[in-house]
């Protein structure tokens, strides 16, 4: 599998982030890295963000101070991730994470 990158812009999703660290983390992927980004939340999901952070190295937090948008945040992510491949996924899990390994 190739090195890659999980790009994942978050707004206001307390709600939904255990649920979707729950399903990224229980993947096998070998060498990746998760880019998180929250992106002006007030809804407490800056705090769920940076204790993920804090957890494990594979994981960094780009953190908008002001909302700037869903396509800023996408923008802002590729940007500073450190690999080729990008995966995108949302933080309301909009998408299956289950079928990263398939792409």
């Given at each position: 599998?190739?090195?890659?990158s999980?790009?994942?812009?978050?707004?206001?999703?307390?709600?939904?982030?255990?649920?979707?660290?729950?399903?990224?983390?229980s993947?096998?992927?070998?060498?990746?890295?998760?880019?998180?980004?929250?992106?002006g939340?007030n809804?407490?999901t800056?705090?769920?963000?940076?204790?993920?952070?804090?957890?494990?190295s594979?994981i960094?937090?780009?953190?908008?101070?002001?909302?700037?948008?869903?396509?800023?945040?996408l923008k802002r992510g590729?940007?500073?991730?450190?690999?080729?491949n990008?995966v995108?996924?949302?933080?309301?899990?909009?998408y299956?994470?289950?079928l990263?390994?398939?792409?």
């Amino acid at each position: 599998m190739p090195l890659f990158s999980i790009i994942t812009p978050a707004w206001n999703r307390v709600e939904s982030l255990p649920k979707l660290i729950a399903s990224l983390k229980s993947q096998t992927f070998k060498d990746f890295e998760w880019v998180l980004g929250n992106d002006g939340s007030n809804d407490g999901t800056e705090e769920i963000l940076k204790k993920i952070v804090n957890k494990d190295s594979k994981i960094k937090l780009i953190n908008n101070f002001l909302n700037l948008g869903y396509g800023a945040a996408l923008k802002r992510g590729i940007k500073l991730s450190k690999f080729d491949n990008v995966v995108i996924t949302d933080a309301d899990e909009t998408y299956p994470n289950e079928l990263i390994p398939e792409f």
